[in-house]
């Protein structure tokens, strides 16, 4: 099958056209903006490798661009998006476009070619649930202007298959971690301040409960719902434990060998989720597992930032240093 893969070039989709390659003979191109959270390192190591067919620099918004890089496709797997909830809260417009008007593009381009179609979504268009955990069935409750946007993005999906008779399918994951995710998520934050020195800054009381899914998890499942799901339906892929950001942190000073003389609790996120938990027995009937615990996976992570400076470094002294002192109130040393 030949893919193409919009978002490749970010953290999860770098990752999953890694992982295709090495578990499937699909061929895959990638279409990417290539904003702070894309980039081509990502893809570096992929070089040379005769299935992959390159990066197409581009918008999803871009009927032409879109046009252009699915020429002969089979099939559209969509990562491309503004992914982060910070952002969306103080600057919401990009997350309107890229989610909402870029999924719309790329459906009308499935539609016209006749492609199969799998969007990458997310557990947060369920909102927040005290107890137990959402099933597909779960209504739809979006709290930030990040998740309401992704929520639209599914709902479009679902019309172009009740409508169009698109084959499309829906996979939903909980929180990745892994290699290669920009620093503005929790995780990488933590482990690359804690590396510096750095205070690190927990939002509220700590509380807050993520379920966490090994990003190697997550492209696994994607592939799978590509394979093996159903037109027109949703499948959760939630990862196999869950764990309060407190205690994520207080693991990642242990593994870092630093102090938590560093934990500074900051002012909470604006209608901040409480907690996100997804069953995932759909997606396993079809043979997914998540096969990386919490406990492994972050080491193996820890390990990954440890070892590969040179990806973080021009990160670290670029614009991510505005971004976290407009967000933090504070210079990153
Ligand atoms: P990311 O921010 O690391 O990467 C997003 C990618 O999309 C980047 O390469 C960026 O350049 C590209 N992009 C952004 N706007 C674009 C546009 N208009 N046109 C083309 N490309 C554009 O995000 P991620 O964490 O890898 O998330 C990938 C997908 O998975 C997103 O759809 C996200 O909603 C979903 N998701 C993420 C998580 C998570 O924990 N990170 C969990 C569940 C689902
Ligand atoms: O649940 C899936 C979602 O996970 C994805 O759809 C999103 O794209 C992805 O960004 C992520 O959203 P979260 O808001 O859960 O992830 P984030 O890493 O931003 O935050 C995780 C938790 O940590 C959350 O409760 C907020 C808290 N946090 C985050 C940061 C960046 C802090 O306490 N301090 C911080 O500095």
């Known amino acids: 099958m ?43 190591d992929l070089e040379g490798n005769s299935r992959y067919l390159g990066l197409v620099h581009g918008a999803i918004e871009d009927p032409a661009a879109v046009a252009e890089a699915a020429k002969g496709v089979d099939a559209i797997v969509n990562f491309a998006a503004e992914t982060h909830v910070d952002r969306s809260i103080a600057e919401p417009d990009a997350f309107v476009v890229t989610n909402g008007q870029g999924t719309y593009t790329l459906l009308e381009r499935a539609r016209e070619d006749g492609l199969r179609y799998v969007q990458v979504s997310t557990d ?8 137990g955990s959402f099933t597909e069935e779960s209504p739809l409750q979006p709290s930030s202007p990040y998740s309401a946007t992704k929520t639209g993005a599914d709902l479009l999906v679902e019309s172009y298959f009740h409508t169009f008779d698109l084959p499309t399918s829906i996979a939903r994951g909980s929180n990745n971690y892994g290699p290669f995710q920009y620093p503005e998520k929790l995780i990488p934050l933590m482990i690359l301040n804690a590396m510096h020195g750095d205070s690190l800054p927990i939002y509220g009381d700590g509380m807050q409960v993520r379920n966490w899914l090994f990003v190697e998890d997550f492209g ?9 799901g159903k037109y027109g339906e949703v499948y959760n892929c939630g990862g196999p434990d869950e764990c309060p950001n407190i205690d994520v942190v207080k693991r990642i000073i242990e593994l870092t060998g630093t102090s938590e003389d560093l934990i ?4 909470d996120r604006p209608g901040h989720d ?13 043979g997914w ?3 990386t615990h919490f406990a492994e996976g972050l080491e193996q992570t820890v390990a990954w930032y440890r070892d590969n400076a040179a990806w ?22």
């Open 2 to 44: 030949k893919l193409l893969v919009c978002g490749g070039a970010g953290f999860i989709g770098s990752n999953f056209v890694r992982l295709r390659l090495e578990e499937s003979d699909d061929e895959i191109i990638v279409l990417d903006k290539l904003t702070y959270a894309g980039r081509r390192e990502n893809l570096a």
């Open 264 to 267: 500074d609790y900051v002012t």
């Open 274 to 286: 409480r907690r996100y938990s997804l069953a995932s027995t759909k997606l396993e009937g079809l």
């Open 124 to 131: 947060e268009v369920y909102g927040s649930i005290e107890e």
């Open 220 to 228: 696994r499942g994607i592939g799978h719902v590509l394979d093996h």
């Open 312 to 333: 973080w470094e021009s990160i670290r002294s670029g614009d991510y240093r505005e971004y976290y002192a407009k967000q933090y109130g504070r210079e990153l040393t």
């Open 289 to 291: 597992k998540a096969r």
